[in-house]
């Protein structure tokens, strides 16, 4: 069995395998080949995979040799064409959008895993990319804002004057939300927080956030925990609650997102007009379209005197530990598809197997991806 580990696009700095991890694998007779330099952003050298027994190559033999790749992003058609078939390629895909190109992997009979659509099950936790990374992201995105922010964000009682502690309003409490607000709340902020799933009222206020109620929310019962899109009147009647927060922030920190769907427009424009110059906002939910008016992903525009960051890779920006998390949960899942003689057993009575597999021997497999593409 051949382990094949890619360096990411330009602008990643992440790597989906560290080398101490890489040794999880050589240790069990797999031969780890890595791409030169794949590591290099999250200080770890070529030297320091070769001192774990993985060995170094170009992008060409990585591709062609081996019988699994790791990445984090997408393989382009360049690389897709240089596969075997049969290769087994796993990361964070977004099958759900990407349902062309999930269609081409199939034409080219790669077989692909992308965990992003894992099961949010208590046995899928400990290989939970969305979550490992979107605590990463939660947390950054608080420093990140408190880096921009022109005051402080604790409370300070000072010889040379009071200082109000910071408002920060978090839109969405899934797993970057929560970062946040608990990252938020340890710098002394005042914090509130809409989410749709009334479910997490509990886990916001046991981190010393208030909730806003807003009634009359879809259940996302049927919906494996995630939200669902909400009716008209309910967002109308959030917008107009959200508008109230909105005018008192200093901060807002925007994760919503519906899985699959665009992301909800929570902050719109007249809100942004009753912002205060100076005030921040981190858009974390910038790829899927933002939660917030005049977001554009992957870029900072200033609206009004008001910084509005759109980002939806922060976690790359903590590559060391980010890398450790997305590697370690890539070892959980392999140990469910390579055998204990070290060859692929790909066995879909397995629901994360299952869940995560989207195409195989020529086929888009995906129940969910199918769906959407006969749409
Ligand atoms: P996500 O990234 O899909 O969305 C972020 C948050 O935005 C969610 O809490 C969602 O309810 C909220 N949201 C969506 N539309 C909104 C709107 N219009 N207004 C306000 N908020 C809105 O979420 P996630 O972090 O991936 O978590 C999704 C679910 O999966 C949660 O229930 C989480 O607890 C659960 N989960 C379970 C496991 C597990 O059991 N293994 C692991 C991780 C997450």
Redesign the pocket.
Known sequence: MILGILKEPNGEKRVSLLPEQAEFFTKKNIQVVVEAGAGEHAFANDDSYLSKKATIHTRQEVLQNSDIILSIHPLTDTDTGQLKPGTVIAGIYAPLFARKLMQEWAVKNIWCFSLDMIP???R??NM?V??SQ?NIAGYRAVLLAAGLFPRYFPMFMTAAGSIAPAKVLI???????LQAIATARRLGAVVEV????PS?KEEVMSLGAKFIEVEGAAD?SQAG???VE?SDTFKQK?LQRLSESVTKSDIIIA?????GKPA?L?ITEAMLQKMKPGSVIIDLAAATGGNVFGTRNDQTVVYRGITIVGNSNLQSDMPTDASKMYGKNMFNFLQLIIDKEGKTDINFNDDIVKGCCITYNGSVVNERVKTLINE
Not at 255 to 259: E, H, N, V
């Open positions: 949010r099950t208590t899928a936790q939970d969305l979550s979107a839109l969405g409490a899934g797993v970057a939300g809409s989410d749709t799933r997490v996302p925990g995630y939200a909400q959030q994760t919503a997102q519906i899985p909800p929570l």
